[in-house]
T-cell receptor, first 112, second 116 residues
Framework: EDQVTQSPEALRLQEGESSSLNCSYT??????LFWYRQDPGKGPEFLFT???AGEEKEKERLKATLTKKESFLHITAPKPEDSATYLC?????????????FGKGTKLSVKP | GAVVSQHPSWVICKSGTSVKIECRSL??????MFWYRQFPKQSLMLMAT?????????EQGVEKDKFLINHASLTLSTLTVTSAHPEDSSFYIC????????????FGDGTRLSIL
């Protein structure tokens, strides 16, 4: 069964304290792995897509990496405005419609 | 770019009424639209997938007669919750995708549905 597990469930950081969020997945053939940011009461905002092991993508203080079993979202010198829930989703190769399977997310809180 | 608008953002209604939620892609044509349901501290759960002009594909356990989906154009999909009951109260989110299956989905801001 295709599955996505994110850890930790919640993470509290001080402003400037770098850290990483983990997304472990089991899927029968990975078509793509997606990272989203979700603010309270809002829909997810697209951040990155990773397609193959070894791939990395960066956007401001965020950097996403991918291996054959997991993905990491590295946050460098976070600011309070980075506080949000970060969602990871995978797309299995076998799905004809490209459906996403989401993890439960990591709630990040950055204190000034 | 890639803006998805969802309306209304909040609905409160009596048990037994039907509620329609609209999802529009504002600056792109959405070949596929998706409808999700999200419970507090839980994953987004896919309810159905729809392609313009075709019948929606519902996930296992989702009642297609309860959750009516219409995708009449490349920029608009609607979800109608028929004869809503308190257990239907949830956060409903739509997404839209332009192009192939490996393209990202772009999400609306969701609709908070509360059935009294």
């Amino acid at each position: 069964e295709d599955q996505v597990t994110q850890s930790p469930e919640a993470l509290r950081l001080q402003e400037g304290e770098s850290s990483s969020l983990n997304c472990s997945y089991t899927v029968s053939g990975l078509r793509g792995l997606f990272w989203y940011r979700q603010d309270p009461g809002k829909g997810p905002e697209f951040l990155f897509t990773l397609y193959s092991a070894g791939e990395e993508k960066e956007k401001e203080r965020l950097k996403a990496t991918l291996t054959k079993k997991e993905s990491f979202l590295h946050i460098t010198a976070p600011k309070p405005e980075d506080s949000a829930t970060y969602l990871c989703a995978v797309q299995a190769a076998r799905g004809s419609q490209g459906n996403l399977i989401f993890g439960k997310g990591t709630k990040l809180s950055v204190k000034p | 770019g890639a803006v998805v608008s969802q309306h209304p953002s909040w609905v409160i209604c009596k048990s037994g009424t039907s509620v329609k939620i609209e999802c529009r892609s504002l600056d792109f044509q959405a070949t596929t639209m998706f409808w999700y349901r999200q419970f507090p501290k839980q994953s987004l759960m896919l309810m159905a997938t729809s392609n313009e002009g075709s019948k929606a594909t519902y996930e296992q356990g989702v009642e297609k007669d309860k959750f009516l989906i219409n995708h009449a154009s490349l920029t608009l999909s609607t979800l109608t919750v028929t004869s809503a009951h308190p257990e239907d109260s949830s956060f409903y989110i739509c997404s839209a995708r332009e192009g192939g299956t490996n393209q990202p989905q772009h999400f609306g801001d969701g609709t908070r549905l509360s059935i009294l």
